[in-house]
């Protein structure tokens, strides 16, 4: 079933690019199906169970390639967050007559096979195969879609992030090397290698680099907000809401248990570069002009406090890193959509032209607030819970870095309470007098994410539950084979 | 009947969520009824469970919000004495102004959107006092904060009541941000959050534990956030900004106590922290004396009224300071009837002058505005302490309380109490003695406001008048029904025990207050009144004092420069320098060297199989001779 869940969108790709003007009406029944099947399949799921929907057979028999997926509750919930987010991205661009938009929702299909691929390979090549392949279609969608200066930018962007995966490529290779004959890539395999703690460090900065640059982590970061401004909005929202989870999901699945002593020696540094983007950033954000950017600049900030509170490997940094990952997800597609309508009605992002648009628009303020206040963490959304349990994971690793890194709390609510002001409050001008209020479709793609910033935030019970005997079991892994000592709680 | 609790926040929530929903199906009229509705539902079932007053504290499961590990978050509700009496005050001072707000908003625009704001205010402030772990208690703590933006900031048109209402919450999230370390550190040293395991923990510590000084501080810097002390006190002035309702309800009766509140929540932490105690109330001693000498020459009525706020919760940070709990909270309850009382009536002022709130064009207002005039008699001389109004006694018993752990203390805040009655006596006159000096329009136009606003005016004048009531000096009475009736739910602090002051000291005390105070009426009235003195208009008119003063000492100018301006430049430093040129410098250098290194070596490719040869032959060479030397 898991493999129908991976290749299903891959089909579907191949029907949307010979489908011609109907490209995205199947796109999104696709996308929809694919959303049912992971919901289907998300009930059947047990979470104590280890696990589950496993499939493996050989694929390189030679090399010791299988082609082996299965999914725990981690992975479960970010395949959940992919097959959400899609459905969503995709009606999301439904106003906009992409030339070409066969090939376009294609893309975005294709996209979604290698995302689910991604977490839920149990096989480190075929791992970075997904990886790569994840890489193709969104290149393509920027470069072929994006604004002015797409080309440079694309290109810095596809081969910072080449350099990343080759480097996590080489350290795959170096980790078969070291399983006993005939070689493996198998999952199990590469947990239960024995590395003295020099080969761990390189590793540990292999890997680390590869998952820092698509996160993306202080000094990795510079290709991100030129590549979220001047991409296609749907592919924005692909990068943040979806790929660069691929980036923490890398550190939680192949970084942390792989290399645990590796962790134990860098994980420091790893925490400081991540609690210096998250002050960093919110700064960056405070002086954009271009409300695209400034989220560009706010999600490094957010992904910075993910990042830290999974190199805590406490209990509620793991926890809260799995559920912000969800949380951010869906808020900076909401965001990124806010910005996208903004820009469709009024021709620019530049938040000093914008202003008064809550009084000729108010369903768009009031979804605008919702989401915007699910961003700055306010209690009761889904922002909150996350944010709350990974500033309790850095606090129980780090007094300081807690404090510092709390500062999002506060400088969070700056950057976008002005940015709000600058775009719905005051009196209109001439430009946004004329401002259209939502259309249907578009208050469905907001719907669905106001629903889930209010069901994480009020219940997050049922999403903590599925992930938090993976999460034990990740911790042990870390704990019982290497001997480093975890923090309680 | 306790077990219902969980209805009480229950009610205004299906307020806001119908009113806000359904605002184009609705009639107008629906909403401020429904929205006064709901609130008194929950004034009377916490009235009903108040008068079946379960003895101990008993704790309402909803359902399980958070788990994570060992951490566990429900959300659950504590009724005891402490949420009880919030519970009332909330509710029913609630219910008033949302009654008073039907008369006031009528003409508004935004009227429907108004109710569901202040529904969306209760029930938030309902969760914060009844929440049963501090995880609760901060959503609630949050929620009166966004309710608040959205309220200073009502009338979104104006670009500076936007940014009053920035100013506010960004200015509570800095607290906020205190609160929230304070919670995890509580989380870290207790494992858990909730007040029940927290405080039957920490009743067994010792004194001066670090940590507990850490929490206590930590939590106080959320206190200073949400109930404006020193130095976060600068958005609440600005708060005014909103509709003069949610001034008396948010900004002076209810959200800024939060602070009070969750100090007397935490009592057993502050109990065994004596100096964050000594902070705390060096602290409001300051904050005391310091608004209310801005209060002095303020000539906006509802600045006056702000400034005298901040200085009433300093009061009651001395009261927690010195251990006085159900002191605070007894200031608490009867400024919540006088505040709303003198902000509803200035409201009812500014109504019936168009919109004008600047005391130097009001005058002669009691002969057009007589029950206004009356009732904002009643509330100046509450706030003024003349006995026997609600402010007298329980700010006699801060007083008194202050004795006796402090002559310093006591100095300071007599002194605030003397300016206090000089600012509310002076505002008092020239509103409504003398001759009227507004516009003819103005004049034409002044009427006393409808009913619905007079009648909660009237119930929260007898409420300032009989309030102190509730707590009688042991001069008086045996019994302090207050001090009573929250004892049960209060530590008795070990370091200080609650010392009485003597009889011949509160006999004193009453003495030279009632003297002071009409040498002080006698004086503003022949000040203000028969020599006319009104305040200058132009600015450049003020002694350098009052310019001082009446520039609120320049701190709003100094906290812009030192630090709004620098995190812009920094941030700016961050973003053209440190970001676009030296990071991405870095990447783009190491990207050009790269093509540097390419095209250089390509050179070498020069496609003539004889230099390939030489090359090859030079090599072996080479590595040959590296082999014999090393």
């Known amino acids: 079933m898991l493999t129908t869940l991976i290749f299903f969108p891959l089909l579907a790709a191949i029907a949307v690019l010979m489908s011609g003007e109907n490209a995205k009406k199947i796109a999104l029944i696709a996308a929809i199906i694919e959303f049912g099947l992971s919901v289907f399949m998300t009930l059947g799921f047990d979470p104590a169970a280890g696990t589950q929907y496993f499939q493996e057979f050989w694929w390189v028999p030679s090399l010791g390639i299988h082609y082996s997926v299965g999914l725990d509750g981690i992975s479960l919930l970010l395949v959940l967050l992919t097959t959400f987010l899609v459905p969503i991205i995709v009606l999301s661009s439904f106003k906009h007559n992409n030339k070409n938009p066969g090939l376009f929702y294609a893309l975005i299909l294709s996209m979604q096979m290698a995302l689910v691929g991604v977490f839920s390979a149990q096989d480190g090549f075929l791992f970075y195969i997904f990886w790569e392949l994840a890489l193709i279609p969104i290149y393509l969608i920027c470069l072929m879609w994006g604004g002015n200066d797409r080309i440079r930018i694309t290109l810095k962007f596809f081969i910072y992030t080449l350099f990343g995966s080759l480097l996590m490529l080489a350290a795959l290779i170096w980790l078969w090397m070291k399983t006993p004959a005939p070689h493996s890539f198998d999952i199990q395999a590469l947990y239960s290698l024995n590395l003295s703690a020099t080969e761990q460090s390189w590793i540990f900065w292999a890997f680390f680099l590869a998952f820092a640059i698509k996160m993306p982590v202080f000094p990795f970061h510079t290709w991100q907000p030129d590549t979220y401004t001047d991409s296609p909005t749907p592919g924005t929202m692909l990068l943040s809401g979806i790929m660069l989870k691929m980036g923490v999901y890398g550190v939680l699945r192949w970084l942390l248990p792989i290399v645990p002593s590796g962790v134990h020696e860098w994980g420091n540094t790893a925490m400081i570069l991540s609690v210096i983007s998250v002050v960093y950033a919110s700064g960056i954000a405070l002086v954009q002009k271009d409300f695209k950017r400034l989220i560009a600049y706010s999600s490094i900030a957010h992904v910075g406090l993910i990042s830290a509170g999974v190199f805590s490997l406490t209990m509620q940094g793991i926890q809260g890193g799995v559920i912000q990952m969800l949380s951010h997800g869906i808020n900076v597609v909401g965001l990124f959509f806010i910005a996208e309508i903004i820009l469709d009605r009024m021709k620019t992002r530049n938040l000093s032209e914008l202003g008064g648009i809550r009084l000729v628009a108010p369903a768009f303020a009031t979804y605008f607030i919702i989401i915007l206040l699910a961003s700055v963490a306010l209690p009761l959304t889904n922002g909150f819970i996350g944010e709350f349990l990974l500033l309790n994971g850095v606090f129980q690793y780090s007094t300081w870095m807690a404090a510092v890194a709390g500062l999002t709390i506060i400088l969070g609510a700056v950057y976008m309470l002005t940015a709000y002001q600058k775009i719905s409050l005051g009196v209109t001008n001439h430009h946004t007098e004329k401002f259209v209020d939502l259309s249907q479709s578009e208050k469905w793609v907001l719907i669905p994410l106001v629903v889930m910033i209010f069901w994480i935030g009020l219940y997050p019970g049922y999403f903590m539950g599925l992930a938090e005997p993976s999460i034990k079991t990740l911790r042990d892994v870390i704990h019982s084979s290497h001997g480093i000592s975890l923090l309680s709680h | ?630």
Request: overall charge neutral; hydrophobic content about 50%.
């Open chain 2, 1 to 630: 009947m306790t077990q219902l609790a969980w209805l009480i926040p229950v009610f205004p929530l299906v307020g806001f969520l119908v009113i806000s929903l359904g605002n184009k199906i609705l009639p107008k009229q629906f909403s401020g009824v429904f929205a006064s509705l709901t609130v008194l539902a929950s004034f009377i079932l916490s009235l009903a469970i108040f008068l079946q007053s379960p003895e101990t504290g008993e704790t309402v499961f909803v359902f399980d919000w958070i788990k994570s590990g060992g951490l566990s978050i429900p959300v659950s509700f504590l009724i005891d004495h402490i949420s009880l009496t919030m519970l009332l005050i909330v509710t029913g001072v609630g219910f008033l102004i949302h009654v008073y707000s039907i008369g006031y908003m009528k003409e508004d625009e935004g009227y429907s959107r108004f109710f569901s704001y202040l529904n969306l205010f209760v029930f938030f402030m309902l969760l914060l006092v009844m929440g049963s772990n501090y995880i609760v208690m901060f959503a609630g703590w949050e929620g009166v904060g966004l309710c608040s933006y959205l309220l200073i900031g009502f009338w979104f048109k104006n670009t500076e009541y936007n940014n009053a209402a920035n100013k506010a919450f960004i200015m509570n999230r800095i607290g906020d941000l205190g609160f929230l370390l304070g919670i995890i550190l509580i989380y870290v040293t207790f494992g858990s959050v909730s007040f029940d395991d927290v405080f039957s923990a920490a009743k067994t510590l010792p004194d001066n534990q670090p940590v507990i000084t850490a929490i206590t501080l930590l939590l106080f810097v959320g206190a200073m956030g949400k109930s404006a002390q020193i130095p976060l006190y600068t958005w609440l002035p600005d708060a005014m900004a909103g509709p003069t309702p949610v001034s008396a309800l948010i900004h002076a009766a209810t959200m800024v106590t939060a602070g009070i509140y969750m100090v007397v929540r935490s009592n057993i932490l502050y109990s065994i922290s004596p100096f964050t105690l000594e902070v705390v109330s060096i602290i409001g001693m300051a904050t005391a004396l310091f608004a209310a000498t801005i209060a002095m020459v303020q000539t906006d009525i509802k600045k006056v009224l702000a400034y005298s706020t901040v200085s009433q919760l300093g009061y009651m940070f001395v009261a927690l300071g010195v251990g006085a709990y159900s002191t605070a909270l007894f200031h608490v309850t009867t400024h919540a009837f006088f505040k709303a009382l003198l902000f509803l009536a200035a409201g009812s002022v500014i109504h019936a002058m168009s919109g004008e709130q600047d005391v130097r064009k009001m005058g002669g207002l009691r002969k057009k505005l007589p029950i206004t005039f009356a009732v904002f008699a009643i509330g100046t001389m509450a706030i003024s302490g003349v006995p026997p109004f609600a402010g007298f006694f329980s700010k006699d018993e801060i007083l008194a309380r202050a004795w006796t752990q402090s002559p310093v203390l006591f100095f300071f805040l007599a002194v605030t109490s003397v300016l206090t009655a000089i600012y509310m006596f002076r505002v008092f006159f020239l509103t409504f003695y003398g001759t009227f000096r507004g516009t003819h329009d103005q004049e034409h136009h002044l009427h006393e406001s409808p009913p619905s606003m007079t009648i909660p005016l009237v119930v929260l004048a007898i409420l300032s008048t009989v309030g102190g009531f509730l707590g009688l000096p042991t001069v008086f009475s045996e019994h302090h029904f207050f001090g009573d009736f929250l004892k049960s739910s209060l530590s008795t602090p070990g370091t200080m025990l609650q010392s009485e002051a003597s009889h011949t000291f509160e006999w004193t005390l009453i003495g030279v207050s009632i003297i002071t105070l009409a040498g002080i009426i006698f004086w503003a009235f022949n000040h203000f009144v028969k020599k006319h003195r009104i305040p200058a208009i132009q600015e450049t008119e003020f002694k350098p004092v009052a310019k001082l003063l009446y520039n609120k000492y320049y701190i709003d100018e100094i906290y812009q420069s030192t630090f709004v301006k620098p995190l812009y430049s920094i941030s700016n430093f961050f973003w053209k320098i440190v970001d676009n040129s030296i990071v991405d410098g870095l990447v783009n250098g190491v990207s050009k060297s790269v093509v540097w290194a390419g095209q250089t070596i390509r050179l070498v490719q020069t496609g003539n199989v004889g230099f390939y040869i030489f090359a090859m032959v030079f090599g072996i060479i080479a590595m040959l001779l590296y082999n014999l030397v090393f």
